[in-house]
């Protein structure tokens, strides 16, 4: 059957008043129509993924089963109402009454020319002259050929470019440059709403080439609404036209949880830029939720684990970026060690992501993984303050710019503030380390205001800011000092 053919009539279907408010049966004979041809093929899986994104866990080929004959069913009532006269009939095989060829599997969905009485009379005419058919035959032949390459190039003209997201209830919006609507998704369970409105929509989302291939991919990062069930966050990779083509769950089970559900979320993730030696990669920062361990995976572009980190502790923010100039990209992720109870920095060779990070107490270390080998692993010392009012302090916000690496220390927890500057140059030599704006010190003055503890801000407690203990990476316990900003 010609493809632009059956491509109409199957829009046609989806536009009737037959399908009208039966949105999942349209959902499922798109998938269908779309992966007729595909390498891959249909499986009971992909349409899983296609009709229930969030509960592939617990949906089975019977469900999809159900579906296909409630779509076998709406198909019918559409032939026999207003598709009556249609050209093309789609039709639903019941693939479990075999071929009766044991090495060929029935189709999922099949495209055939309708075959009616006008057909059965035109059997009775005379035969025209094989000539004359041959002519006929290749006229026909010679028009589809130029169907066949009009669609082409109109399809390669009308290649979208998604280029912003945005979420308007349970719906992701995707557009274009211009603002014009490409697809969109709905989720039934909704979004987290901190999830997306504090950070902002754009630090969940993607738009670039990622195979390399002059198409744009989609990653967003979905979270869903809070629940009586905890859900990890998960990664969804969509083409350039709206098509799911795999997804990706962080985390895994791990002994130190002591059973706790293996659920994670996911705070960052970023694009290794693709070399001449390698593809593109995808880095994700995920930690358990409620607990302690983080997980740094590395992707490739067809959303396969290559490579894992494992940290005891907090991660909560990373960035990739070349601290040295040398035009490869580092790993930065900032946080909080476990055991320690210090911020912490973690920078990573993108070609040493592995193993879990080496702790001195036995219960804090993540087992089973080999030992890592981090580029650089640094602590930051806790202001009496924070000692005070709170279990730890967390390193956020790493920033990267003209050479130098920049983060903040949040010495106040909830909500996080009172923050410490610092700066490092790209041989990791502290430069900058002071207590930014009036906002830590006038915590500490109101904290220390009466009592026996009373005082103020000393230079000494100052300059203890300075003495960044380095556990990976330096020839010496602390960050060496370099022509510190006054």
Sequence with gaps: MNAIAVRQQIEKILRSRSFSGKSQLRKLLQALHENTDSPGGT????????????????????????????????????????GAADPIVISLPRRAAGTGDANRE??????????NAHDREAEDLPAMPSKTLTIIGSI??????????AYVFLRVLSVPHPKFGRIDGSVLRIMDADGTELWSKTFPDGFGPD???QKGLESRIWFEDLEGKGHTSVLFLYSPAGGQQPHSSVLICYSDRGKEKWRWTPGRELPELAGSPATYKTHAFGVLKATEKRPARIVVLSQHDP????????????????????????LGSMVLADLDGDGRQEIIAAGASEYDHQATLIILDPDRVFGASKETRPGF??????????????????SDLNRALFQFNAAIEPIVEHGALRLTVAECITPLGCKIWY????????????????EFRSAHERFYQSGKDAHALSAGEQAA??????????????????????
């Design 43 to 82: 499986t009971s899986e992909l349409v899983i993924r296609e009709l229930w994104p969030t509960e592939t866990r617990t949906k089975r080929p019977a469900d999809v089963a159900t579906e296909m004959n409630r779509l076998r069913h709406a198909l019918k009532t559409y032939y026999e109402e207003e």
């Design 106 to 115: 029935l189709p999922w969905m099949v495209a055939e020319p309708r075959t």
């Design 140 to 149: 026909a032949a010679l028009c589809v050929l130029i169907g066949i390459v």
């Design 195 to 197: 999830w997306y409105y």
């Design 291 to 314: 607990w302690w361990p983080s997980q740094i995976a590395l992707l490739d572009p067809n959303g396969k684990t290559v490579s894992e980190y494992w940290h005891s502790g907090g």
């Design 365 to 382: 270390q993540i087992q089973g993984m080999g030992e890592a080998q981090e580029r650089l692993r640094l602590l930051f010392p806790r």
């Design 423 to 438: 700066e490092f140059d790209k041989n990791f030599r502290l430069i900058a380390a002071f207590a930014g704006g009036d």
């Design 465 to 486: 800011f300075q003495k960044v203990r380095c556990l990976v990476g330096c020839k010496s316990e602390y960050v060496p000092v370099g022509n510190l900003v006054p």
